[in-house]
């Protein structure tokens, strides 16, 4: 059967910094849990995004009606959080990086 892939990037890792730059950066495989919290006080429908046991943001909020309709209706057959390096600003004390970061679901 034909899987669809949905993805997105992960919202709010600078109030995350401290568990973000606690994963291993240089592994490729993360294992990822996308946890609802409807007692979240900002917003009942949040989605947090904990990869390698650390919670590290958030699913964007434009997102999470389609994410939580993937995790209660799909079969969910696999998840990734995939980070790349991306140049920001080269200057003469060096070069800056900051990170593109995306979760990835594929159901059926």
Known sequence: MFK???HTYVAGIKHH???FYALDLEQR???LEL???PENKHDPNAIKVVVDGKHIGYVPAKKCKKVKNILHNKTITE???THDED???EDEEGIEV???NRI???YK
Request: proline share 0%.
């Open 79 to 81: 998840t990734r959080f």
């Open 87 to 89: 140049v920001i600003a």
């Open 29 to 31: 495989e993360h294992s």
């Open 4 to 6: 669809s892939h949905f």
């Open 98 to 100: 900051d990170y593109i």
């Open 35 to 37: 946890i609802e919290e």
């Open 104 to 106: 990835h679901i594929w």
């Open 17 to 19: 910094r401290k568990a």
